[in-house]
């Protein structure tokens, strides 16, 4: 069975653009949670879609945002780039059964 | 999991030895708990998980301690080997709040020959 699956690996944008990154779920999972990950803040929680609702949202501003299609694909968008925002955004899906998350292996977005 | 911060605890051990790998949790409505490995370039890999309802569960060279009234989950890796170095990580899941993970700041683990 493939893995969560993101694409693309890598995205350089400047400030100000908006960048919209991609997760396709393992295969027969409906929930996908997104996470940002930095050497100071670590992995936090930006949210999590079930069935194309959002059920759970981190403390992130609204320039982050998502959305869940019905084949369970992902996309995260961001607008208004900070440099801050420089980080990896990792993609975990799960089915509706058990809790554990997998990991896709990761957009890295650089903000210049 | 603890705070979060700029630097990683590190624990470095034998080739052969066993790893213990600590992590103190701060919400008591915490009921499940996951343990991942993140290798470079890479994310993080499930290696065992364990609810609030058991205090130890054992998968293959790894064991998972619970302690709930400390707040204390730790890792145990029998007989490390080189591939196991890189960065461990603890989540917990609070209670009715879907598949919202918190994660520990991580510890780098390396496996001297």
């Known amino acids: 069975k493939a893995g969560v699956t993101q694409t693309p690996r890598y995205l350089i944008k400047t400030r100000g653009q908006q960048v919209t990154l991609s997760c396709s779920p393992i295969s027969g999972h409906r929930s996908v949670s997104w996470y940002q990950q930095t050497p100071g803040q670590g992995l936090q929680f930006l949210f999590e879609?079930?069935?194309?609702?959002?059920?759970n949202k981190g403390n992130f501003p609204g320039r982050f945002s998502g959305r869940q299609f019905s084949n369970s694909r992902s996309e995260m968008n961001v607008s208004t780039l900070e440099l801050g925002d420089s980080a990896l955004y990792l993609c975990?899906?799960?089915?509706?059964?058990?809790?554990?998350?997998?990991f896709g292996a990761g957009t890295r977005l650089s903000v210049l | 999991g603890e705070s979060v911060g700029l630097h990683l605890p590190t624990l470095s051990v034998q080739e052969g030895d066993n790893s213990i790998i600590n992590c103190a949790y701060s919400?008591?409505?915490?009921?499940?708990f996951i343990w991942y490995k993140q290798e470079s370039g890479k994310g993080p890999q499930f290696i065992i998980d364990i609810r609030s309802n058991m205090d130890k569960r054992q998968g293959q060279r790894v064991t998972v301690l619970l302690n709930k009234t400390v707040k204390h989950l730790s890792l145990q890796i029998a007989a490390t080997q080189p591939g196991d170095s890189a960065v461990y990580f603890c989540a917990e899941n609070p209670r009715g709040s879907a598949r919202q993970l918190t994660f520990g700041s991580g510890t780098q683990l390396t496996v001297l020959p």
């Open positions: 879609y079930f069935s194309e609702t959002q059920r």
């Open positions: 919400n008591s409505a915490s009921d499940y």
């Open positions: 975990a899906s799960s089915s509706g059964v058990q809790n554990i998350q997998y």
